[in-house]
């Protein structure tokens, strides 16, 4: 299993936000989490990514505690891309994928040719190589949004973890950057929080959706986004079609 | 490139300096004067040398510990000088002064202490240390120290309440061989601090990436918090809290760095920036031997000008 959460229950200062999820993740391929704004998705992506300490229950990643792993092969092993990442002024767009590799360098040495030849790879992989010598406040929303994820690529973690990736992309980025996380996905594991359910639907082997703070549904996108499933997890009803493929598309009804 | 540069700049102030004061040197008299420290280069060797060397030390240290702060606490604007640090330095200066203690320790504990007061009024049970709450207090602690220095020089006699004003603005007057060697305690400050160019770094991605990259931040940023304080504690108890060489050195050495937190480049242009102010503290009043943090104000709130309005264009 690429994860097993047990039991886990999280509190934020005062405010508990999740409420003893269980749930097994396996490896490979791509899950979503989905749900409404404050039901502690990101709350649950960051414990995933052991940056949090769980108040009850426990958090394995390839049966290891998340929490226990020394921080340095934790990020070996777990990427994790945050949903406002800033850029520090004054990078390149290759230097900005380079501090992907922070985990692998030795103190104070220089990369290896083998981290210059990581951080290739993930710009080749983003098709940023042909920008790699730019600034990154020069590139746009979508470029500037592949090149973080090349950074995540350039950590050569087996599990990636990313908070809403496609946040202020327009459709063609969207559609761009979906292509490449299916690419992503049949090579590592990604989990991801989505908020687009129709792209969720076409992206994830796998969906699973929280509501305040509890597991509503997991499993495959058509179990998870039909009409029911969707009306516990954010409180209103759904129109749900099928297509021809097989995968739903949602609208909230009456819309 | 810009790096030589700067060291290119540092040496030429380093040798206007030597020239400088009431008697001016040309360049053929003052390799005479550096050749000959028995003879005709007693007065350079016993007074200005020094001087010059507390004076680089003191501007790297104050230097350093700007962009350390200013880094640690996201706020081109969060300076020793600025969060309360400086003032609390020289609080303790002064105190150990008034009861006959040894400044370096008065001013290491003043610092420790601003330290250990803004992290714990600063930090939130759930976020860590908020650095905007570090900058507000702090701005509030710079005042309060400020208040408790004043009222320590009232309880002194009027000519050492005059030396101690002096001091408070920062001054390299009577400088000598004895502050050059208590300098060197400076250095096991400043090492780490110069090879903390990378955590530096890292630490701009913001937390919680950082984390995910495997950089433990809480005690990155304690432990590098902790050298900066007592790298400016350790200045201020050479030279006095000497003005704007924390706050002007960071942006500066930013733009040098192309918009890298360069521990180096912070160094260097804070050991420049206190060799030019002390090169016309003398140059310009040499007979009133006016306090050397009054040019470092001087020429630091144009100096400081330039980078923030560039940093606001980009």
Known sequence: MLFDIRNLAIRLGDTPVLHGLNFSLPSGGITGII????????????????????????????????????????????????????????????QLVA???????????????????????????????????RAVESLSGGQRQRAW????????????????????????????????????GEKRSVVMILHDLTIAARVCDQVLSLNEGRLVAF???????????????????????????????????GL | MRLAGLILLLLLLALLSLSAGRTWLAPPA???????????????????????????????????????FQTLLRNPLASPDVIGVTQSAAFGAVAALLLGGPVVLGAWSGGLAAIAILGWLAAHPRLGVEPRAVVLQGLALAIFAGAGTEALILQMTDSSAGMAMTWLSGTLNGAGWPEVVRSLWLAPMLLPLLL??????????????VRALGVRVGLLRAGLGLLAALTAAGAVSLCGP???????????????????????????TGAAFVTLADILARAIAPAALLPTGL????????????????????
Not at chain 2, 298 to 308: C, K
Request: a positive charge; one cysteine or more.
């Open chain 2, 30 to 68: 003052l390799v005479d004067a550096l050749m000959d420290p028995e003879g005709a280069g007693r007065m350079i060797w016993r007074l200005r040398m020094p001087r010059l060397l507390v004076g680089l030390a003191a501007g790297a240290a104050f230097g350093l510990s700007g962009l350390v």
């Open chain 2, 196 to 209: 903390a160019g990378r955590a530096l770094d890292r630490l701009e991605l913001g937390d919680d990436l």
């Open chain 1, 99 to 133: 501090r992907g590799r922070t985990p692998w360098l030795r103190p104070f040495l220089p990369m290896t040719p083998t981290d210059r030849a990581a951080v290739e790879r993930a710009l080749e992989a983003v098709g940023l190589t042909e920008l790699a010598g």
């Open chain 1, 35 to 94: 749900g409404a704004n404050g039901s502690g998705k990101t709350t649950l992506l960051r414990a995933l990514a052991g940056l949090l300490a769980p108040e009850t229950g426990e958090v394995l990643h390839e049966g290891l505690h998340v929490t226990r792993m020394a921080a340095r092969d934790r990020a070996r092993r777990i990427a994790m891309l945050p949903q406002s990442a800033l850029a520090p002024p004054g990078l390149t767009v290759r």
């Open chain 2, 295 to 314: 040019y470092t104000a001087l020429i630091g709130a144009p100096v400081l000008i330039l980078p923030v309005r560039r940093m606001a264009r980009s």
């Open chain 1, 149 to 184: 994820i090349a950074l995540v690529l350039a950590q050569e973690s087996g599990t990636i973890l990313l908070d809403e990736p496609l946040n202020f992309l327009d459709l063609p980025h969207q559609a761009e950057l979906v292509a490449l996380l299916k690419r992503l």
């Open chain 2, 242 to 268: 000497m003005g704007f060489v924390a706050l002007a050195a960071g942006p500066v050495a930013r733009v040098i760095a192309r918009g890298r937190p360069a521990p180096v480049a912070a160094m260097l």
């Open chain 1, 219 to 253: 499993g495959p996108p058509e179990a998870v986004l039909a009409p029911e499933p969707l009306r516990r997890t954010f409180g209103i009803g759904f129109d749900c079609i099928t297509l021809p493929d097989g995968r739903p598309v949602v609208l909230p009804a």
